[in-house]
Protein backbone atom coordinates (compact mmCIF):
# COMPACT_ATOMS: atom_id res chain seq x y z
CA UNK A 1 0.00 0.00 0.00
CA UNK A 2 1.84 3.41 -0.93
CA UNK A 3 2.97 5.32 2.12
CA UNK A 4 0.45 8.36 1.58
CA UNK A 5 -2.40 6.54 1.58
CA UNK A 6 -1.73 4.18 4.66
CA UNK A 7 -1.21 7.35 6.07
CA UNK A 8 -4.86 8.37 5.49
CA UNK A 9 -6.12 5.52 6.30
CA UNK A 10 -3.76 5.04 10.17
CA UNK A 11 -5.66 4.42 13.17
CA UNK A 12 -4.39 7.50 15.08
CA UNK A 13 -2.57 7.03 17.92
CA UNK A 14 -3.48 8.85 21.40
CA UNK A 15 -0.55 11.02 21.60
CA UNK A 16 -2.48 12.90 17.74
CA UNK A 17 -4.80 14.74 19.58
CA UNK A 18 -6.22 14.95 23.41
CA UNK A 19 -10.11 14.95 22.36
CA UNK A 20 -12.34 17.27 25.36
CA UNK A 21 -9.06 18.86 26.35
CA UNK A 22 -9.58 21.75 24.07
CA UNK A 23 -10.09 24.25 27.08
CA UNK A 24 -10.38 27.74 25.32
CA UNK A 25 -7.45 29.42 25.50
CA UNK A 26 -5.52 26.54 23.80
CA UNK A 27 -7.80 26.66 20.62
CA UNK A 28 -6.82 28.06 17.84
CA UNK A 29 -8.53 31.51 17.32
CA UNK A 30 -7.19 32.87 14.05
CA UNK A 31 -6.13 31.73 10.67
CA UNK A 32 -2.44 33.61 9.52
CA UNK A 33 -1.52 33.29 5.68
CA UNK A 34 2.49 31.88 5.60
CA UNK A 35 4.61 31.92 3.37
CA UNK A 36 6.37 28.18 2.93
CA UNK A 37 4.87 25.14 3.56
CA UNK A 38 6.19 22.85 6.23
CA UNK A 39 6.20 18.67 5.13
CA UNK A 40 3.12 17.05 6.23
CA UNK A 41 3.06 13.24 6.49
CA UNK A 42 -0.71 13.21 5.24
CA UNK A 43 -1.47 14.41 2.03
CA UNK A 44 -3.31 18.15 2.49
CA UNK A 45 -3.98 17.67 -1.39
CA UNK A 46 -5.93 14.56 -0.72
CA UNK A 47 -7.95 16.15 2.21
CA UNK A 48 -9.10 18.69 0.03
CA UNK A 49 -9.29 17.37 -3.52
CA UNK A 50 -11.88 14.62 -1.07
CA UNK A 51 -13.78 17.09 0.79
CA UNK A 52 -14.69 18.89 -2.32
CA UNK A 53 -15.20 15.45 -4.88
CA UNK A 54 -17.58 14.72 -2.26
CA UNK A 55 -19.41 18.00 -2.08
CA UNK A 56 -19.43 17.71 -5.79
CA UNK A 57 -20.96 14.44 -5.58
CA UNK A 58 -23.70 14.95 -3.20
CA UNK A 59 -24.80 18.03 -4.25
CA UNK A 60 -25.32 16.66 -7.90
CA UNK A 61 -26.46 13.58 -6.89
CA UNK A 62 -29.40 15.53 -4.86
CA UNK A 63 -30.05 17.81 -8.06
CA UNK A 64 -30.00 14.81 -10.22
CA UNK A 65 -32.32 12.26 -7.69
CA UNK A 66 -34.76 15.02 -7.65
CA UNK A 67 -35.07 15.94 -11.79
CA UNK A 68 -35.82 11.89 -11.87
CA UNK A 69 -38.55 12.10 -9.17
CA UNK A 70 -40.02 15.20 -10.81
CA UNK A 71 -39.80 13.62 -14.31
CA UNK A 72 -41.87 10.74 -12.88
CA UNK A 73 -43.86 12.56 -10.82
CA UNK A 74 -44.91 14.60 -14.66
CA UNK A 75 -45.63 11.11 -16.01
CA UNK A 76 -47.68 10.09 -13.26
CA UNK A 77 -49.51 13.45 -13.28
CA UNK A 78 -50.32 13.28 -16.86
CA UNK A 79 -51.53 9.70 -17.06
CA UNK A 80 -53.71 10.50 -13.92
CA UNK A 81 -55.33 13.32 -15.83
CA UNK A 82 -56.04 11.11 -18.56
CA UNK A 83 -57.89 9.04 -16.42
CA UNK A 84 -59.45 11.54 -14.57
CA UNK A 85 -63.55 11.67 -15.42
CA UNK A 86 -64.36 14.52 -17.39
CA UNK A 87 -68.27 15.47 -16.96
CA UNK A 88 -68.54 12.13 -15.36
CA UNK A 89 -67.83 9.95 -17.68
CA UNK A 90 -64.08 8.35 -17.58
CA UNK A 91 -61.73 8.59 -20.67
CA UNK B 1 -41.07 32.06 -20.56
CA UNK B 2 -43.13 32.37 -17.48
CA UNK B 3 -41.63 34.43 -14.39
CA UNK B 4 -41.23 31.52 -12.53
CA UNK B 5 -39.26 29.72 -15.00
CA UNK B 6 -37.37 32.98 -15.73
CA UNK B 7 -36.32 33.46 -12.06
CA UNK B 8 -35.43 29.58 -11.65
CA UNK B 9 -33.17 29.85 -14.59
CA UNK B 10 -31.61 32.90 -13.19
CA UNK B 11 -31.31 31.22 -9.77
CA UNK B 12 -29.43 28.58 -11.67
CA UNK B 13 -27.27 30.61 -13.62
CA UNK B 14 -26.73 32.79 -9.90
CA UNK B 15 -25.78 29.62 -8.29
CA UNK B 16 -22.96 28.33 -10.65
CA UNK B 17 -21.20 31.47 -11.29
CA UNK B 18 -21.25 31.83 -7.15
CA UNK B 19 -19.50 28.38 -6.55
CA UNK B 20 -16.94 29.05 -9.39
CA UNK B 21 -16.10 32.24 -7.85
CA UNK B 22 -15.57 30.60 -4.28
CA UNK B 23 -13.61 27.66 -6.50
CA UNK B 24 -11.14 30.79 -7.75
CA UNK B 25 -11.20 32.99 -4.33
CA UNK B 26 -10.36 29.33 -2.63
CA UNK B 27 -7.43 28.11 -4.54
CA UNK B 28 -6.33 31.72 -6.34
CA UNK B 29 -7.04 34.24 -3.87
CA UNK B 30 -6.33 33.38 -0.34
CA UNK B 31 -3.31 32.56 1.02
CA UNK B 32 -2.50 29.53 2.21
CA UNK B 33 -3.34 28.82 6.38
CA UNK B 34 -0.63 28.34 9.22
CA UNK B 35 0.21 24.26 9.69
CA UNK B 36 -1.85 24.48 13.36
CA UNK B 37 -4.79 25.15 11.26
CA UNK B 38 -4.41 22.52 8.72
CA UNK B 39 -1.96 23.97 5.96
CA UNK B 40 -3.35 23.62 2.61
CA UNK B 41 -6.31 21.34 3.96
CA UNK B 42 -8.06 24.93 5.61
CA UNK B 43 -9.07 25.50 1.88
CA UNK B 44 -12.17 22.90 3.00
CA UNK B 45 -13.15 25.92 5.29
CA UNK B 46 -14.37 28.02 2.61
CA UNK B 47 -17.12 25.55 2.19
CA UNK B 48 -16.86 23.80 5.05
CA UNK B 49 -18.68 26.80 7.61
CA UNK B 50 -21.02 28.05 4.69
CA UNK B 51 -22.32 24.48 4.14
CA UNK B 52 -23.05 24.24 7.97
CA UNK B 53 -24.39 27.85 8.16
CA UNK B 54 -26.79 26.48 5.09
CA UNK B 55 -27.85 23.89 6.92
CA UNK B 56 -28.82 26.49 9.82
CA UNK B 57 -30.65 28.05 7.07
CA UNK B 58 -32.54 25.38 5.79
CA UNK B 59 -33.09 24.09 9.42
CA UNK B 60 -34.85 27.42 9.94
CA UNK B 61 -36.76 26.85 6.84
CA UNK B 62 -37.95 24.11 8.07
CA UNK B 63 -38.90 25.00 11.30
CA UNK B 64 -40.63 28.17 10.33
CA UNK B 65 -42.98 25.94 8.08
CA UNK B 66 -43.78 23.38 10.72
CA UNK B 67 -44.83 26.00 13.00
CA UNK B 68 -46.93 27.81 10.37
CA UNK B 69 -48.18 24.28 9.51
CA UNK B 70 -49.27 23.66 12.96
CA UNK B 71 -51.35 26.47 13.23
CA UNK B 72 -52.92 26.53 9.82
CA UNK B 73 -51.80 22.69 7.75
CA UNK B 74 -51.49 23.71 3.93
CA UNK B 75 -49.63 21.29 1.58
CA UNK B 76 -47.26 24.32 0.43
CA UNK B 77 -46.36 24.48 3.97
CA UNK B 78 -46.05 20.71 4.69
CA UNK B 79 -43.87 20.86 1.13
CA UNK B 80 -41.46 23.98 2.76
CA UNK B 81 -41.23 21.99 5.73
CA UNK B 82 -40.07 18.66 4.33
CA UNK B 83 -37.97 20.32 1.87
CA UNK B 84 -35.69 22.63 4.76
CA UNK B 85 -35.45 19.07 6.77
CA UNK B 86 -34.22 17.06 3.74
CA UNK B 87 -31.86 20.44 2.62
CA UNK B 88 -30.54 20.11 6.03
CA UNK B 89 -29.45 16.57 6.29
CA UNK B 90 -27.77 17.24 2.77
CA UNK B 91 -25.66 20.39 3.86
CA UNK B 92 -25.41 18.46 7.22
CA UNK B 93 -23.90 15.58 4.92
CA UNK B 94 -21.23 18.26 3.42
CA UNK B 95 -20.33 19.45 6.57
CA UNK B 96 -19.59 15.54 8.42
CA UNK B 97 -17.77 14.78 5.36
CA UNK B 98 -15.44 17.63 5.00
CA UNK B 99 -14.38 18.61 8.51
CA UNK B 100 -12.98 15.35 9.64
CA UNK B 101 -10.89 15.59 6.10
CA UNK B 102 -9.91 19.19 6.96
CA UNK B 103 -9.55 17.59 10.98
CA UNK B 104 -7.19 14.88 10.02
CA UNK B 105 -4.60 17.23 9.28
CA UNK B 106 -5.35 20.26 11.72
CA UNK B 107 -5.89 17.94 14.55
CA UNK B 108 -4.58 14.61 13.49
CA UNK B 109 -8.03 12.78 13.76
CA UNK B 110 -10.70 12.27 11.53
CA UNK B 111 -13.10 12.49 14.54
CA UNK B 112 -13.49 13.37 18.23
CA UNK B 113 -16.31 13.91 20.34
CA UNK B 114 -16.27 17.60 20.19
CA UNK B 115 -18.94 19.66 21.66
CA UNK B 116 -19.48 21.14 18.37
CA UNK B 117 -18.75 18.24 16.62
CA UNK B 118 -21.12 15.97 18.80
CA UNK B 119 -24.09 18.53 18.44
CA UNK B 120 -24.02 18.94 15.23
CA UNK B 121 -24.01 15.05 14.68
CA UNK B 122 -27.30 15.15 16.86
CA UNK B 123 -29.13 17.62 14.85
CA UNK B 124 -27.85 15.68 11.70
CA UNK B 125 -29.59 12.89 13.16
CA UNK B 126 -32.85 14.64 14.30
CA UNK B 127 -33.11 15.90 10.29
CA UNK B 128 -32.42 12.51 9.15
CA UNK B 129 -35.25 10.75 11.11
CA UNK B 130 -37.99 13.62 9.86
CA UNK B 131 -36.82 12.73 6.61
CA UNK B 132 -37.13 8.92 7.17
CA UNK B 133 -40.48 9.12 8.57
CA UNK B 134 -41.70 11.04 6.20
CA UNK B 135 -41.07 8.17 4.01
CA UNK B 136 -42.94 6.00 5.62
CA UNK B 137 -45.23 6.96 7.85
CA UNK B 138 -48.98 7.62 6.80
CA UNK B 139 -50.20 10.53 4.81
CA UNK B 140 -52.30 11.40 7.54
CA UNK B 141 -53.23 15.13 9.00
CA UNK B 142 -52.00 13.20 12.27
CA UNK B 143 -48.60 12.01 11.53
CA UNK B 144 -47.76 15.82 9.56
CA UNK B 145 -48.70 17.56 12.66
CA UNK B 146 -46.51 14.99 14.37
CA UNK B 147 -43.40 15.46 12.02
CA UNK B 148 -44.03 19.44 11.95
CA UNK B 149 -43.76 19.46 15.96
CA UNK B 150 -40.18 17.52 15.16
CA UNK B 151 -39.25 19.77 13.02
CA UNK B 152 -39.88 22.33 15.24
CA UNK B 153 -38.21 20.93 17.85
CA UNK B 154 -35.34 19.61 16.25
CA UNK B 155 -34.13 23.39 15.24
CA UNK B 156 -33.86 23.98 18.96
CA UNK B 157 -30.33 22.30 18.54
CA UNK B 158 -29.05 24.84 16.25
CA UNK B 159 -28.49 27.34 18.91
CA UNK B 160 -26.45 25.01 20.91
CA UNK B 161 -24.37 23.89 18.27
CA UNK B 162 -23.61 27.66 17.61
CA UNK B 163 -22.80 28.28 20.89
CA UNK B 164 -21.08 24.95 22.06
CA UNK B 165 -17.72 25.73 21.47
CA UNK B 166 -17.89 28.65 23.44
CA UNK B 167 -19.69 27.33 26.61
CA UNK B 168 -18.25 24.07 26.56
CA UNK B 169 -15.01 24.39 24.58
CA UNK B 170 -13.54 21.57 22.59
CA UNK B 171 -10.96 21.50 19.57
CA UNK B 172 -13.15 23.65 17.51
CA UNK B 173 -11.58 27.07 15.76
CA UNK B 174 -13.13 29.98 16.83
CA UNK B 175 -12.43 32.48 14.25
CA UNK B 176 -15.29 33.43 13.34
CA UNK B 177 -16.03 35.56 16.91
CA UNK B 178 -15.94 39.24 18.06
CA UNK B 179 -13.00 38.10 20.33
CA UNK B 180 -11.30 35.88 17.95
CA UNK B 181 -8.20 36.48 16.11
CA UNK B 182 -9.85 36.46 13.18
CA UNK B 183 -8.88 35.56 9.60
CA UNK B 184 -6.79 37.30 6.79
CA UNK B 185 -8.33 39.91 4.38
CA UNK B 186 -8.16 37.75 1.65
CA UNK B 187 -9.14 34.71 3.47
CA UNK B 188 -12.65 36.72 4.66
CA UNK B 189 -13.57 37.44 1.11
CA UNK B 190 -13.67 33.83 -0.06
CA UNK B 191 -15.63 33.18 3.02
CA UNK B 192 -17.93 35.49 2.22
CA UNK B 193 -18.12 34.01 -1.33
CA UNK B 194 -18.64 30.74 0.21
CA UNK B 195 -21.71 32.32 1.81
CA UNK B 196 -23.19 34.14 -1.06
CA UNK B 197 -22.76 30.18 -3.13
CA UNK B 198 -24.04 27.75 -0.09
CA UNK B 199 -27.57 30.93 0.42
CA UNK B 200 -27.94 30.08 -3.77
CA UNK B 201 -27.49 26.23 -3.81
CA UNK B 202 -29.54 26.35 -0.78
CA UNK B 203 -32.61 28.27 -2.20
CA UNK B 204 -32.04 26.36 -5.66
CA UNK B 205 -32.31 23.02 -3.50
CA UNK B 206 -35.37 24.16 -1.83
CA UNK B 207 -37.13 25.40 -4.99
CA UNK B 208 -36.51 21.87 -6.43
CA UNK B 209 -37.81 19.57 -3.42
CA UNK B 210 -40.71 22.02 -2.88
CA UNK B 211 -41.72 21.40 -6.37
CA UNK B 212 -40.96 17.41 -5.79
CA UNK B 213 -43.39 17.67 -3.10
CA UNK B 214 -46.17 19.80 -4.45
CA UNK B 215 -45.68 17.49 -7.60
CA UNK B 216 -46.16 14.49 -4.77
CA UNK B 217 -49.29 16.17 -3.39
CA UNK B 218 -50.66 16.54 -7.15
CA UNK B 219 -50.28 13.07 -7.58
CA UNK B 220 -52.39 12.19 -4.40
CA UNK B 221 -54.84 14.71 -5.23
CA UNK B 222 -55.68 12.70 -8.31
CA UNK B 223 -55.44 9.82 -6.92
CA UNK B 224 -58.00 10.39 -4.58
CA UNK B 225 -60.40 11.79 -6.90
CA UNK B 226 -59.97 8.53 -9.17
CA UNK B 227 -60.61 6.66 -6.19
CA UNK B 228 -63.36 8.56 -5.38
CA UNK B 229 -65.34 8.08 -8.82
CA UNK B 230 -64.65 4.60 -8.72
CA UNK B 231 -66.14 4.43 -5.50
CA UNK B 232 -69.44 6.00 -6.65
Given at each position: MPNSLWSVLATPTATEVKAGDGAASDRTDQ??????????????????????????????????????????????????????PRDGVPS | ????????????????????ALLFATFFHAPMAQIAAGGFAQKIFYFHVPAAYAMYLSGVVSMVASATYLFRATPTRDAWAKAGAECAVLFGAIVLTSGPLWAKKAWGVYWTWDPRLTTLLLSVLIYTSIVLLREFVGEGDAERR????????????????????????????????????????????ALLIGFVAMTLLAALLLWLRVRKAMLEHAVDVLEHRISDFSEE
Open positions: FVAVTGAESEQVSASAMVLGAYGLFWLIVFAMVAMTYRSQAKLLVRIADLEKRL | MSSSRFAFLGLCVATALSLGFLAAMGVLGTVNLPIIHLSVRKWGGNHPTVITRGGGGIAPEMRT
